[in-house]
């Protein structure tokens, strides 16, 4: 299992419900962690790559870069 | 050329900013309004469906139906 933090450019609750919606989906992926006021979001992989992970959350529509 | 319009539960502009990017990277879409405070999400579609252009909006993690 790796630990990855995403950059994600949420404006409001609603951004961040969606982007959790979309992680929640997700094969493998676990303690999905959003700050919406930090723009961060945070989660557990066991399958898929950060890079996996990016183009999903980039699916929301929003400005999305790996952190860590 | 068919217009649809779709109910969409958008509550920032970073969500219309959002809906806005995934239908304007859609081959035949065009004339993409946005109504962020009645959450309606209006287009025309030369080559997709109502239905595969709601598949493409849900993929932002967002609420959707169809309404015409």
């Given at each position: 299992m790796t630990s990855h933090t995403f950059n994600v450019d949420m404006?409001?609750?609603?951004?961040?419900?969606a982007?959790?919606?979309?992680l929640s989906k997700l094969d493998g992926v676990s303690n999905i962690?959003?700050?919406?006021?930090?723009?961060?979001?945070?989660?557990?992989?066991?399958?898929?790559?950060a890079e996996e992970l990016l183009t999903n959350i980039?699916?929301?529509g929003k400005k999305s870069s790996i952190v860590a």
């Open positions: 404006t409001c609750g609603g951004c961040s419900k982007v959790n919606a979309i962690q959003i700050d919406l006021e930090k723009k961060i979001v945070k989660c557990d992989s066991t399958k898929l790559t980039q699916k929301t």
